[in-house]
């Protein structure tokens, strides 16, 4: 199973990143509800790309933020500087057993003492 960070779902809108809208809509790729809040909340998101990530969130496997996951995020924070929506993201791949897709590793790969595979599809091209 696996998670797809924010920056991955941004890029499949654009017609460079195409190969990465199948990888998205596979049946074991999750998103976090932060995806869709970073998402679509992105205050001067032109009127076709609102379009297009309305359509994928509305077939994509979003995970709810639990209680679980904000305690998980929380403990994730304290240890290291990373941002809100970095610490879900991680904090759902981790207690879910899931392998985070990003295209920025950097951010992820820090993470001590946790079983956490990060990977980028964009290396991969």
Do not use: W
């Amino acid at each position: 199973m696996k998670i797809f960070d924010s920056n991955l779902i941004i890029y499949s809108s654009l017609d460079e990143y195409q190969q990465l809208r199948s990888l998205i809509m596979a049946n074991d790729v999750f998103i976090s509800a932060v995806t869709k809040i970073e998402t679509l909340g992105y205050h001067q998101l032109p009127d076709e790309d609102k379009t297009y990530f309305e359509g994928f969130f509305l077939q994509a496997n979003v995970l709810p933020i639990t209680d679980e996951i904000v305690d998980k995020a929380t403990e994730l924070r304290q240890q290291r500087k990373m941002s809100v929506d970095d610490c879900i993201i991680a904090a759902t791949a981790v207690l879910n057993g899931f392998a985070l897709y990003t295209n920025n590793t950097k951010d992820f790969i820090h993470i001590p003492g946790l079983t956490l595979t990060v990977l980028n599809p964009l290396n991969e091209r």
